[in-house]
């Protein structure tokens, strides 16, 4: 049975919050102690790329043709790490049953 003056009220318990947060334990893993990271880019400039798909069909046969970033635009997203490919080119024939 539980004594009722064994109960140690909530409000008597203290909580201390952590010190560093997990983004900063792996930063500093990673960086070393102490090491203030700075973001590569302090602006993502805007861009545009073109591109154009068009296809044929005859009969049971379908032919797709789709070419993207026609100016061969040198563009990088927010996060991404890595810029986006140049021109590229593609092209799908299918045969319907």
């Known amino acids: ?3 009722i003056e064994d109960i140690v009220p909530f409000s008597e318990y203290e909580y201390a919050a952590p010190q560093c947060s997990i983004g900063q334990q792996i930063q500093d893993r990673v960086l070393g102690p102490g090491v ?3 973001s590569l880019f302090t602006a993502v400039p805007g861009y545009a790329t073109g591109g154009i798909r068009f296809g044929v069909k005859a009969g049971r046969h379908q032919l797709t043709v789709h070419a993207e970033n026609l100016t061969d635009r040198n563009y990088r997203g ?8 140049g021109r590229g080119i593609s092209a799908r ?3 319907g049953f």
Not at 78 to 85: E, L, M, Q
């Open 1 to 3: 049975m539980i004594n």
């Open 36 to 38: 203030n990271s700075s």
């Open 78 to 85: 927010i996060s991404w790490g890595v810029d986006a490919p």
């Open 93 to 95: 024939y299918s045969v």
